[in-house]
């Protein structure tokens, strides 16, 4: 069936294994990739899929409700795939404005629209699907799983953002009938993640022979999966998830980060050829992050009962090709952390 279907912050890191996996699985799909291109929106990630004829790029700022309402018209969107954002835990500490109005009042604004534009053209299979996470629950002690009905209680200002938006587009389910869905994830990695979140961070500066930042004594826990399982996912949940449902994703994958450091400290010593455990002295313990939450863990059977989706990776299988990915891609990390690659639409797009 041919579908319209809008993915936002297509250029990000999980946006953009989203965008390639629809564009190459659904060539009966128009996959249109809206995008600001802020500092962490990189359209080189999909230069493989930038020529199809089922892809279209369009720049703009979710929080532009009138730009949004033309884009729903324009191209007749009938479904949605929301993961713009801005991500990061630590930039949200520092600027907690810019997070409450690209995560929310971005998120109200898609929403708006998607009301607008679906209740002129009616019909169904209209779907506004919502990426969230899994920071929404808040902290675990050492004990227990997030599920679907953990009560919301965030911490940082990114997760305070996260939970608000979760809550608006329930409420626009609730109020207005809207077809939603929402997914709460945990922590991602893999290939194109910006090299400020902690693995392509490490990777770059083991490396580099950089210090590598510990926040206070290593010992929080986050649930890792690699990236392309997350979108695996969210193809399922988009095609046979049920609106007004929550499902958690994850991998049952939980690292104290000092453990997960030294995994990949052993990984890119070896790829790099490096004597084993020489980059250990790199470790360096700093001031922790205000607010740290402890532990993150996800209960996902959920998803796997009711929609049979699970990880297809083992993390030794994807952490060694994470590592190989950086080291191979340096051009791409290169550009990243230059702001070079920023110019890479002016030359796309000839602007
Ligand atoms: P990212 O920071 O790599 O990408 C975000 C994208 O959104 C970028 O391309 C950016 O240009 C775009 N964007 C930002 N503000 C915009 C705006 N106002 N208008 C239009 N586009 C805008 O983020 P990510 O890590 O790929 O995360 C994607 C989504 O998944 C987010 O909603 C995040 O909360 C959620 N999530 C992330 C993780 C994770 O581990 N990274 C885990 C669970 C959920
Ligand atoms: P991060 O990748 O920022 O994801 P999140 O905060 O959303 O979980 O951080 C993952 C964990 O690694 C988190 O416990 C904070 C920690 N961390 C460091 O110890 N040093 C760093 O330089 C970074 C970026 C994160």
Redesign the pocket.
């Known amino acids: 069936m041919k579908r319209n279907i809008l993915i936002t912050g297509g250029a990000g890191f999980i946006g953009s294994h989203v965008v390639r996996l629809f564009v190459n699985k659904y060539p009966e799909y128009n996959i249109i990739n809206l995008d600001k291109l802020t500092y962490a929106g990189n359209l080189a990630n999909l230069k493989d899929v930038e020529n199809k004829s089922n892809y279209v790029f369009v720049k703009a700022d979710i929080c532009d409700f009138p730009a949004i309402l033309s884009i729903f018209e324009k191209y007749n969107i009938d479904g949605v795939i929301h993961l713009a954002a801005e991500s990061?835990?630590?930039r949200s500490i520092k600027d907690p404005f810019l997070f409450a109005q690209t995560n929310v009042i971005g998120t109200l604004s898609l929403l708006q629209a998607a009301k607008a534009a679906w209740e002129k053209s009616g019909g169904d299979n209209k779907l506004f699907y919502h990426i969230s996470?899994d920071?929404v629950y808040g902290s675990l002690g050492s004990e227990g799983f997030f599920t679907e009905e953990t009560p919301y209680d965030p911490h940082s200002p990114?997760s305070a953002s996260k939970a608000s938006s979760d809550h608006f587009v329930k409420a626009f389910h609730d109020t207005y009938g809207l077809s939603t869905i929402i997914s709460n994830c945990s922590?991602n990695y893999g290939p194109y993640q910006f090299p400020?979140?902690?693995?392509p961070?490490?990777i770059n500066n083991i490396r580099n022979n950089k210090p590598?930042?510990?926040?206070?004594k290593?010992e929080?826990v986050?649930d890792w999966l690699y990236v392309i399982d997350h979108a695996r996912a969210i193809d399922v949940i988009f095609h046979r998830g049920l609106p007004g449902e929550t499902y958690n994703i994850g991998g049952f994958n939980e690292w104290k980060?000092i453990d997960l450091i030294r995994v990949m400290i052993r990984v890119t010593d070896k790829l790099l050829g490096r004597k084993e455990g020489e980059s250990e002295k790199l470790i360096t313990y700093?001031t922790d992050?205000a607010g740290?939450?402890l532990r993150?863990a996800i209960d996902s059977s959920k998803l796997k009962t009711r929609l049979a989706w699970e990880p297809s990776l083992q993390f030794e299988e994807g952490i060694e090709k994470t590592v190989q990915w950086y080291l191979d891609n340096q051009e791409w990390l290169d550009s990243v952390t230059s702001g070079a690659y920023q110019e890479y639409y002016e030359k796309m797009y000839s602007v």
Not at 196 to 199: A, D, G, Q, T
Not at 212 to 216: C, E, R, S
């Open positions: 990061h835990v630590d996470t920071e990114y922590n400020e979140k902690l693995i961070l490490f590598l930042p510990v926040y206070g290593g929080n986050r980060n700093v992050r740290h939450d993150y």
